[in-house]
């Protein structure tokens, strides 16, 4: 795909030409692929972009992720098959890193509602992190070992799912080097939460 813009840069009456992926990993239409031509021929221009557009879109069914990709319900069914250990999920789209609120619920409201997590003996599952700095310091009062129950995540983006409602057990508080960075462990059935007074990315 990218040979084909040197060429169309060095004809008459374009000035540029570029194919910008945009956020490939994110579930929004304003990250779509996007060509573009400039020039001072508009007929020029105008050909080019079409003609630009038209081989990206020839081969959109080609174009791979860099990991493997599924369904969250898929990806959990195979993390509990697995007999190796540990096996790590990302949900790239809300990646606070790269443009990601890091408040969406979604994920961990669809983990909770599975039979399999609802026990404490159940599978044991990592969900790092969801931004709550209410509950956190709910946590803190409740302290280590105590049941806490209360709402995180969704003060920022709360269209796919609303705030989550966690109860269970804290077990462990972190304090970082500024009361900002202060993070709890909440057990909900057999999930440990990390639960932050302010969104954090997790890179493992």
């Not at 983990?111 to 404490?120: D, N, S, Y």
């Amino acid at each position: 795909m990218y040979a084909k813009v040197a060429p169309i840069t060095e004809r008459e009456g374009i000035i540029d030409a570029a194919i910008w992926i945009g956020y490939a990993w994110a579930d929004e239409p304003r990250n779509q692929g996007v060509v573009m031509v400039t020039g001072d021929d508009k007929n020029a221009v105008t050909g080019a972009a079409e003609e630009l557009a038209t081989a990206f879109w020839e081969v959109r069914d080609k174009f791979e992720f860099v990991a493997p990709v599924a369904p969250l319900d898929e990806c959990l069914n195979m993390a509990i098959a697995s007999k190796e250990h540990p096996f790590i999920i990302s949900d790239m789209g809300d990646n606070p890193t790269a443009g990601g609120a890091g408040d969406v619920t979604w994920t961990l409201t669809e983990i909770l509602k599975r039979p399999e997590f609802q026990k404490e003996n159940g599978p044991s599952l990592i969900y790092a992190s969801l931004p709550g700095p209410e509950f956190v310091e709910k946590a803190i009062e409740a302290g280590v070992g105590n049941k806490v129950e209360g709402f995180a995540g969704a003060a920022v983006d709360a269209r796919f799912a609303p705030p989550v409602k966690l109860s269970g057990i804290v077990k462990a508080i972190e304090n970082g080097d500024e009361a900002a960075e202060t993070e709890v462990v909440v057990q909900v059935g057999s999930v440990k939460v990390i639960v932050t007074k302010k969104r954090k990315p997790y890179h493992y």
